[in-house]
């Protein structure tokens, strides 16, 4: 999992996985969250089992970043983006009960295979600033 300090390394970081076609899953969280918290072995677990998906995770209290969160209506965290070819295919929140996790991994599955055209995008946005 990479740590990302500002919204100029979070665009970055997705433009940057374009040409691969890499699933990037972004996970918003604050340091004092205890869900957050609970929920970091899990994820790195999801993470290691996954090495041809990047895994980023943004503090939404932090700088430009949680302006960003603010303007995407992150209410809620632990929450995820998840972005292929710079286009937002899915966006949710999860916690450790058992159905959200499962969730999670079936997400991830069936977006690290599919291409973009095929994902419904239609209700998403690419990252913008």
Do not use: W
């Amino acid at each position: 999992m990479h740590y990302i300090k500002s919204l100029a390394e979070l665009q970055s970081a997705v433009e940057n996985e374009r040409a691969s076609g890499k699933l990037v899953v972004v996970n918003f969280f604050a340091p004092e969250c205890y869900a957050c918290k609970s929920m970091q072995p899990k994820l790195r677990q999801v993470a290691r089992g996954n090495p041809d998906v990047l895994f980023l995770k943004v503090n939404g209290l932090e700088g430009d970043l949680m302006q960003y969160c603010e303007s995407m209506a992150i209410t809620k965290i632990p929450y995820f983006h998840f972005y292929k070819n710079n286009k937002r295919v899915a966006a949710f929140t999860a916690n450790m009960q058992p159905q959200k996790l499962a969730m999670f991994r079936a997400e991830i599955a069936a977006h690290k295979e599919q291409s973009v055209e095929a994902a419904d995008t239609a209700k998403y946005q690419a990252l913008e600033a």
